[in-house]
Structure formats: C-alpha cells, structure tokens
C-alpha cells in the first residue's frame, strides 16, 4: 500500500492544482523539490494551453485581407520580410566606380565601343510567310480521274498518247535548239 501511495506522488496520478495557500506560500515548506517541479510544470503547462486557446492575432492566421485586421497594423509592424522578385541593386564603391572608368578608358583606346547596328522597324500588318498561288478556278478534271492518271502511271506503267505526242514534239524542238 505504502508503495501505491509513492507512484501516485511520482507519476502524478492525482490531479496537481494549485491550492490558495499553496499559492500563498504557507505549505510551501512542506513541499518536496520534486513536488514544487511539478507544480510549477503544471502551472507552466495550463498557461501554454490557455494560451493555445485563446484568439490569435491577425499575424498568426495565415492570409489575412485588410478589412480583417486593425488598420495601418502593417505600418506599426515594422519588420515585414518581403521576397523582391528583382535583385538589388549593385552598391556603388570608389573601387567599383574606379574600375567601371578603367575598363571605359581602355575601350576607347582600343577603338572597342560596340557599335549597335539600327534594324528598321518591321511593318506590323506584314506577313512573313511566302504566299502559295491559289487558283479559285474550278478543276476541268475531277479527283477520281486525277487519282486514275497517277496510279496507271505509277503502278501501271501506262503513259497516255496525249503525254507521248507531248513529249515527242518537245524532243524535235529540243533538235532544232541544239542545230542552232
């Protein structure tokens, strides 16, 4: 028994509240070293809860818009961390200024000075694309008899007479260029 009564003191299975003379300091005397740990543990403990619970401010909520927080507190806040998309600029140094003018100096003595050459503006209605000719004549020879022509040449091997008089005729005027 005498042992059940020590683990329920070390392990503190009976509630830990602060009396009013506790809180005074009359029993305080009394109290272990391990005990007065443990109340102040405990008291240390119901004040994060407390605090844990109760309302935060408008900095600790996340994304807040104006309406919900007091107005100008961004002001009074002071040390905001803003991301600058952008990088800083340069701090400008005697040593920087001096060898801005040093590199300056020897490019005028080399003749160096990176001439840009001026683009005339292009026209903005323009179209860059090469244009195809477009007939908007109606074809005399239907697709079927231009899928028929290809594929007698092609596949067949059958040339018409038409395309052979053609052909004839080009070889004889291409004689009387060459006897010239």
Same mark, same amino acid.
């Given at each position: 028994? /005498?042992?059940?009564?020590?683990? /329920?003191? *070390?392990?503190?299975?009976?509630?830990?509240?602060?009396?009013?003379?506790? =809180?005074?300091?009359? %029993?305080?005397?009394?109290?272990?070293?391990?005990?007065?740990?443990?109340?102040?543990?405990? $008291?240390?403990?119901?004040?994060?809860?407390?605090?844990?619970? =109760?309302?935060?401010?408008?900095?600790?909520?996340?994304? +807040?818009?104006?309406? +919900?927080?007091?107005?100008?507190?961004?002001?009074?806040?002071?040390?905001?961390?803003?991301?600058?998309?952008?990088?800083? =600029?340069?701090?400008?140094?005697? /040593?920087? +200024?001096?060898?801005? /003018?040093?590199?300056?100096? $020897?490019?005028?003595?080399?003749? %160096? *000075?990176?001439?840009?050459?001026?683009?005339?503006?292009?026209?903005?209605?323009? %179209?860059?694309?090469?244009?195809?000719?477009?007939?908007?004549?109606?074809?005399?020879?239907?697709?079927?008899?231009?899928?028929?022509?290809? *594929?007698?040449?092609?596949?067949?091997?059958?040339?018409?007479?038409?395309?052979?008089?053609?052909?004839?005729?080009?070889?004889?005027?291409?004689?009387? *260029?060459?006897?010239?």
């Amino acid at each position: 028994d /005498e042992e059940d009564g020590n683990n /329920e003191a *070390f392990f503190g299975d009976h509630d830990v509240d602060m009396d009013s003379s506790a =809180a005074d300091g009359e %029993d305080a005397v009394e109290l272990s070293t391990h005990e007065k740990r443990k109340l102040a543990l405990a $008291q240390e403990i119901e004040e994060l809860e407390q605090e844990a619970l =109760a309302e935060k401010s408008w900095e600790l909520k996340g994304e +807040t818009k104006g309406r +919900t927080r007091p107005k100008n507190s961004l002001l009074e806040k002071g040390d905001l961390d803003v991301d600058y998309i952008s990088k800083p =600029a340069p701090t400008i140094t005697e /040593e920087s +200024t001096q060898s801005l /003018e040093d590199i300056i100096r $020897q490019r005028i003595l080399d003749n %160096d *000075f990176d001439d840009v050459e001026r683009r005339l503006p292009m026209a903005k209605d323009a %179209d860059y694309r090469p244009k195809a000719e477009l007939s908007v004549e109606k074809s005399k020879v239907g697709l079927a008899e231009e899928y028929e022509k290809d *594929f007698n040449e092609h596949v067949l091997g059958y040339t018409p007479e038409e395309e052979l008089k053609r052909s004839k005729e080009q070889e004889e005027l291409h004689g009387m *260029f060459m006897d010239l």
